[in-house]
């Protein structure tokens, strides 16, 4: 039999869901490994390259994997790496809410599954119109842009492209809001409301925003629109950033600033969540939920209750939905339920025969 790959005629829309990317395993290795590709692109260190590799090189990737790995050991999971495991559980919920003639995918920017390996997935099922959906609400260049820079490296490898659609942020979407502020007032109705709710966003350096990255805007105006949601008065919350590497300037207020602040002036229950995270990671879970609980009591607060990311939450599968259904209107499956496989194999003949094959 005769198979022309590429003639396939028919059309649907797929999805390609890519968040950041997480090491295989809590060792050592294989977090120099995550490093080596995640500290290597010019979209998150901006550097020059004579002068970023050797600090990478020389004193980064020897050291920062053997502090990392009682962090990574402390959250890894019966399934592996938290980011990694929930992703796979967001892709599973949004295929069964968008049915199987839309095939939906994850990959990760760093690691594994490649997006390459997705892409081909989705190509050999039959996807022409692809929603791509970078699990990053607030668009930064050292995230979207770079997921964007590897999805365009995997195409230019590939002969028939389909057609794209790219989700830049979604940081002021109703669904997003709505899906957040639902997942505060149950954390209260469960644990009771704290005196203070905080909302932290992973940093990123002050001169990218210098340089004209929107992305604290974005996080400002998620914020903004939370505390609207729950009807919170001014002084009941703040914005902090977190998770910052190295002795530059980045995003202020700082987080753990924020935290010890907050328990010197007398705040004893504080809600931290983190609203641009898609996933809980390394950076909410060991981070927030461990590391600063910690200091927050040492500065004399009582309790710092992280409130999950959205994860598979219902209402978060259903926002992603509809900017995914949102993304995709227009384009119309074709299929070719009336060409049976022997008309199918007779044109894939004829088109060698024309061809001189
Ligand atoms: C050094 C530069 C970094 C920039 C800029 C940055 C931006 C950025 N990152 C996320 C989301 C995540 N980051 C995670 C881990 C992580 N981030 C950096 C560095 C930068 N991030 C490092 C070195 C690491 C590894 C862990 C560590 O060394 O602390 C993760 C978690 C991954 C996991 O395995 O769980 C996420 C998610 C965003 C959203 C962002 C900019 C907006
Ligand atoms: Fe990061
Ligand atoms: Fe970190």
Redesign the pocket.
Known sequence: MITIAEHRQDTRSGVLLV?????DRPTVPAIRRY?RE??SDPR??ETPRAMWLPILYGFILPL?PRK?VHAYASIWTSEG???LAIGRAQQAALQRRLGEDTPVALAMRYGRPSIGDALDTLLAQGVRHLVVLPL?P?Y?A??TASVYDALFTALKHRRWIPELRTLSGYHDDAGYIDALAASVQRHWDRHGRGEHLLMSF?S??LRYFQAGDP?YCFCQKTARLLANALHLADGQWSVGFQ?R??RARWLSPYTDARITELARHGVRTLDVICP??AAD???TLEEVAQRYARDFRAAGGETLRYIPALNADPAHIEALASLIERARAGWTPVTQDQETVHERERRAQSCLRILGI
Do not use: A, D
């Not at 968040?19 to 090491?23: D, F, R």
């Open positions: 968040n950041l990317g997480t090491p490093l995640f500290l998150v260190i920062r990392l790496s938290p980011l990053y607030q930064s050292t995230t992973h990123i350096p992305y998770s590497v190295g641009g995270f990671c390394l950076e």
